[in-house]
T-cell receptor
Framework: TQLLEQSPQFLSIQEGENLTVYCNSSSVFSSLQWYRQEPGEGPVLLVTVVTGGEVKKLKRLTFQFGDARKDSSLHITAAQPGDTGLYLCAGEIVGNYQLIWGAGTKLIIKP | NAGVMQNPRHLVRRRGQEARLRCSPMKGHSHVYWYRQLPEEGLKFMVYLQKENIIDESGMPKERFSAEFPKEGPSILRIQQVVRGDSAAYFC?????????????????FGSGTRLTVV
């Protein structure tokens, strides 16, 4: 069974603080995607990382793919209330049609 | 340029009835995926279809569930004789290319989902 463990499951912090969300697995992924989901909506793709060690930045969000392509992290700098949402990671495995999903991190940024 | 369209957004069915969920992929996308999401959880893969073909249905229960993606029209996820445990959000996603081996995957475009409530 391929698992993608995402942590923390829930995080509530004050505006302006920094945070990191982790996704870890024993499986090697050909790519790993990060999504954000608002209540009542579908997930929206934030970024795809493909190469081991790759770092991508999206404004205040920094995504990193582990060297061995088994783990990834999402770091948010100076969080804002607009960052509130459910963050999901999903890994793609070569030869497998399915995306393997983490259980999500529910993030609340308090003003 | 419309995204992935799902309807209905909300569906209430009594136990034993049938539920039909529709998904129209993005223009130019010929690959459709159905996922199920329980509250506060990640998504669980159900089925992957291309036009007129089911490619992988390993995540879909063998009984009561079926999916199709006809040559013309939307993809349909059909649940017969619904039970309370079928209550969930069902999401459809589409992509322009096959999912595996795409080292430059662009990710999936998801619809807004259908929230099925079985009473």
């Amino acid at each position: 069974t391929q698992l993608l463990e995402q942590s923390p499951q829930f995080l509530s912090i004050q505006e302006g603080e920094n945070l990191t969300v982790y996704c870890n697995s024993s499986s090697v992924f050909s790519s790993l995607q990060w999504y954000r989901q608002e209540p009542g909506e579908g997930p929206v793709l934030l970024v795809t990382v493909v190469t081991g060690g790759e770092v991508k930045k999206l404004k205040r969000l920094t995504f990193q793919f582990g060297d061995a392509r088994k783990d990834s992290s999402l770091h948010i700098t100076a969080a804002q209330p607009g960052d509130t949402g459910l963050y999901l990671c999903a890994g793609e495995i070569v030869g497998n049609y399915q995306l393997i999903w983490g259980a999500g991190t529910k993030l609340i940024i308090k003003p | 340029n419309a995204g992935v369209m799902q309807n209905p957004r909300h569906l209430v069915r009594r136990r034993g009835q049938e539920a039909r969920l529709r998904c129209s992929p993005m223009k130019g996308h010929s690959h459709v995926y159905w996922y199920r999401q329980l509250p506060e959880e990640g998504l669980k893969f159900m089925v992957y279809l291309q036009k007129e073909n089911i490619i992988d249905e390993s995540g879909m229960p063998k009984e009561r569930f079926s999916a199709e993606f006809p040559k013309e029209g939307p993809s349909i996820l059909r649940i017969q004789q619904v039970v309370r445990g079928d209550s969930a959000a069902y999401f459809c996603a589409s992509s322009p290319t096959a999912p595996f081996g795409t080292s430059k995957a662009d990710g999936y475009t998801f619809g807004s989902g259908t929230r099925l409530t079985v009473v």
